[in-house]
């Protein structure tokens, strides 16, 4: 295990080379995480500043470990979950960029919050997470900690649901721009970028043909839309099951059929949760699922899928393939879990593509920014990314993608706000 005087617990460095030319590419995909890293290198908003950052230690993250490095931070990751680590990625960052980093795929549960640990020796002014933990240690473990830190950012839809419970309770620490919350990040990211790799996980665990499968998405958010609308894409018959009546109506009228995780467990051939909720597939569904079915998750937590039930309705079990493990059930039906029910975008695939994670990226290195300028106002609150940032990273990538919009006349901006004007 690592220790503070070896900033780094990695699988092998000699996997740096390859690591450092897949963050090459990403960065090609990333014009406005550039732009930002350009002036960041002149400006040194970030210098003096102790940065732990709990991501998936992916190609694009990299990109923004560099960005922030370059700020002047001195910056620490591990990973935000113990399957998505590409550990060439984890290599790179140590071996080309002098990096502290603690993460390896597959790393146990301890290992994972050692790192953890280990992230929060690094003293930070600022953290970084991807689904509150670095924040949960310091908010029970490492208290004494709390005074130390300027400020926070949480990247996704289940960290700003448990730092606004923090916050609600009156005990949250410092204050967190909630960078999920940017247009610029959940629009996209969530959307397209989970859409899209969330197939691309399930396809190559299982190598199967969505064509003509029952595909069943739990959960209609930002996420599940973005994968129901992929799986139709690709010619499955796509079922929706939510709790939420206004979503599901919504998930009606985009052409979806919508009924209770009861009635389609008996149909689906493919499952997928995204709710950021657990027991999403519990027993009693599990039970009535057909022979074959696969079960699949990509929420924060493998949670959504509840996993020790399948182990104790299993009267075997198998590994089939990479990332597929089967369950016998006593009727002899067999269900395949994928990726061990963690989300399957990162651990069977490579996450998001780098053009997408451009935007949520930028909206983290500007919040660092922001937080350290605005540290002296800013109270132990969750806050949104400023409007005024989310803007400014869709007009930059707009202009990058080579895109033109129109702009409002003097006329037409007096027109949309005034209240006498009419026919
Ligand atoms: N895999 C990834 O790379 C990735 C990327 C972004 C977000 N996420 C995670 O995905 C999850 C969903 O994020 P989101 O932005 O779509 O959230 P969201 O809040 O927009 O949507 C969640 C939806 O799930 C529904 N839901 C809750 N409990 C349910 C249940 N028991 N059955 C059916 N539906 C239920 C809610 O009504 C809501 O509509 C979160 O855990 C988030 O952190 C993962």
Known sequence: MATTQKKYDVKDLALADEGRRRIAWADRQMPVLTAIRERFEKEQPLAGYRIAACLHVTTETANLMRTLKDGGADVVICASNPLSTQDDVAAALVEEW??????????????????????????????MDDGADVIGVLHSARREQLGDVIAGTEET?????????????????FPIIAVNEAKTKHLFDNRYGTGQSTIDGIIRATNVLLAGKRFVVSGYGWVGRGVAMRAKGMGAHVIVTEVDPMVALEAVMDGFEVMTMEKAAEIGDIFCTATGDKGVIARAHMERMKDGAILANTGHFNVEIEIPALRQLAVETRHAREFV??????????????????????????????????????????????????????????????????????????????????????????YLASWDEGT
């Open 325 to 414: 493990e089967e369950f016998t059930l006593a009727n002899g039906n067999r269900l395949y879990l994928l990726g061990d029910g963690r989300l399957i975008n990162l651990t069977a695939a490579e996450g998001h593509p780098a053009i997408v994670m451009d935007m949520s990226f930028a909206n983290q290195a500007l919040a660092a920014e922001y937080a350290v300028k605005n540290a002296a106002t800013l109270e132990r609150k969750v806050y949104p990314v400023p409007d005024d940032i989310d803007r400014e990273i869709a007009r930059l990538k707009l202009a990058t993608m080579g895109v033109t919009i129109d702009q409002l006349t003097e006329e037409q901006a007096k």
């Open 157 to 173: 839809t289940t960290g700003v649901i448990r730092l606004k419970a923090l916050e609600a309770d009156g005990a949250l620490g």
């Open 98 to 127: 002098g990096i502290g980093c603690y993460a390896i795929k597959g790393e146990d549960n301890d290992t994972y919050y050692q790192h953890i640990e280990a992230a929060v020796d690094h003293k930070p002014h600022l953290t």
